[in-house]
């Protein structure tokens, strides 16, 4: 089930939001999590099991390294087991085939059987956050939590529960125990909601419309405009899909009381790749740095310690995005630009002209972005020889642009400056307007919704 789901606007959300607010609030979390759990096996029946199996597993670990924490040695077994017991169940499902694959490419015969295994529905997601919960209590920086229901809550809550945010325990565990109702606050979550809804149906998947057409159309028809235009509208598609899916996420959170961290800072208005990495998929970047870079020395080490440390991290981050030799060289090309801007060419950067500095990071960006789409594209070399062939196809380039720069508009931070400063001059009238809005939009993204055939999010295959 996804949340730009019929069955999820019209069903599942509203009933779910009326038994949460009639139930006192000591079997709220409860109620969470069965509807969490109903909310899953919507989408992953056969995997539900497997969902609950890992929380099982990651709360007794939990528990086994708080009762050993007088005991280091013992501890760190118990946070090693955890770690091989997680990352042994992710890589079963997301990389065996991936691995007997390339096994068997570089034999020229099948020595690994490949099994075919589909890949659970954000299991990349919930398995970084049992993950984090066992190292901050290791760590010391979190709390046990005695109660198995209120751990299995934290991990399966469906706003966040396929494609993130990851929500880290320390961060949330206060508001397991209790949090704030009010009706600000869930028209604070109403308002988000609907951004998030409106930046899927109504300019996500009018990008990836494009996207679908530019990338269809015959290598040698394509031409370089048409290949950059393609490029461009993937660019925005993978931005609105995954931060409006964060943006519902954030609002539901709202609307049952949480607060999650914010996932996106406009990360196309960056002026680094370095910048980028600060503003796009948050929630991962800082787990990675937290649980990954830091632990290997981050940048208190020697020079070409610290490039192995970078490479390890975003080898680790492609791989984490799929099981898929392109995800891999994402990974490495995103290391090695930031090795660069940290090493060569940072000072330089630093001190060059404001649209020099955004034109060089969106141009390496919507570069990776080809990188990450080329498993999807039936010739990716095809379509890298387009962008440097020459000449357009019959398609109409004047609406392709005029729908660009639309785009471009609103993945920047000034519509929202404008939407607030008229709120801020108006008062009373202005909330009365932005409700009427809210609903408009609302309305118009559920009318897209219905007449759409095609309507996936990007994120929740990873």
């Not at 539900?48 to 099982?56: D, E």
């Not at 009706?183 to 899927?200: C, H, I």
């Not at 393609?230 to 009381?257: K, P």
């Not at 955004?358 to 890298?384: C, N």
Request: proline fraction near 4%; aromatic fraction near 20%; charged fraction near 15%.
């Amino acid at each position: 089930m996804l949340f730009s789901s019929l069955e999820f606007l019209i069903a599942f959300l509203p009933v779910t939001l009326l038994v949460y607010y009639l139930l006192p609030s000591a079997f709220r979390n409860p109620v969470l999590l069965l509807f969490s759990i109903l909310f899953y096996g919507w989408g992953e029946p056969s995997y539900v099991f497997l969902m609950l199996f890992t929380l099982a597993g990651d709360w007794l670990f939990g528990f086994l390294v708080h009762r050993a924490a007088d005991r280091p040695r013992r501890a760190r077994l118990f946070l090693i087991l955890s770690c091989v017991f997680n990352l042994g169940i992710l890589a079963f499902f997301k990389y065996f085939d991936f691995f007997a694959g390339t096994v068997n490419a570089l034999a020229g015969r099948e020595l690994v059987p490949v099994l075919s295994v589909s890949l659970p529905i954000g299991i990349s997601f919930y398995t970084f956050q049992a993950m984090s919960y066992v190292i901050d209590v290791y760590r010391g920086d979190a709390s046990y939590q005695k109660n198995p229901l209120s751990f299995c809550t934290y991990v399966a809550l469906f706003p966040q529960l396929i494609a993130g945010p990851i929500v880290r325990y320390k961060d949330i565990a206060q508001q397991l125990e209790s949090r704030t109702l009010s009706s600000e606050k869930f028209a604070s979550g109403v308002r988000r909601f609907v951004l998030g809804l409106a930046k899927k149906t109504l300019l996500a998947d009018t990008a990836g419309s494009y996207w679908r057409y530019f990338s269809s159309l015959p290598d040698g028809e394509r031409g370089s405009a048409g290949a950059i235009l393609g490029l461009l509208f993937f660019t925005f598609q993978i931005y609105f899909d995954f931060s409006g899916y964060s943006d519902m996420a954030i609002g539901l959170g709202r609307m049952l009381g949480f607060e999650f961290c914010e996932n996106f800072n406009y990360p196309y208005i960056a002026e680094s790749v370095t910048d980028f990495w600060r503003r796009w998929h948050i929630s991962l970047s800082t787990w990675f740095r937290d649980y990954v870079y830091i632990p290997l020395g981050g940048n208190r080490v020697t020079r070409a310690r610290h490039v192995l440390n970078l490479m390890t991290v975003w080898l680790l981050t492609g791989l984490w995005h799929g099981a898929s030799w392109n995800f891999v060289l994402w990974g490495v090309y995103y290391g090695v630009f930031l090795i660069l801007e940290k090493y060569l060419w940072g000072k330089a950067l630093s001190k060059a002209p404001k649209i020099l500095r955004h034109l060089y990071t969106l141009t390496l960006v919507v570069f990776g972005w080809f990188i990450f789409a080329s498993a999807d594209l039936a010739s990716p070399a095809g379509y890298l020889a387009s962008l440097f062939s020459g000449g357009t196809a019959a398609y109409d380039v004047l609406r392709s642009v005029v729908v660009l720069l639309l785009l471009a508009l609103f993945s920047t931070p000034y519509p929202r400056r404008a939407l607030a400063a008229f709120r801020a001059r108006r008062g009373r009238p202005a909330e009365a307007a932005v409700t009427v809005l809210v609903f408009l939009v609302f309305f118009f993204s559920v009318a897209a919704l219905v007449a759409s055939d095609y309507s996936p999010f990007l994120y929740t295959r990873f």
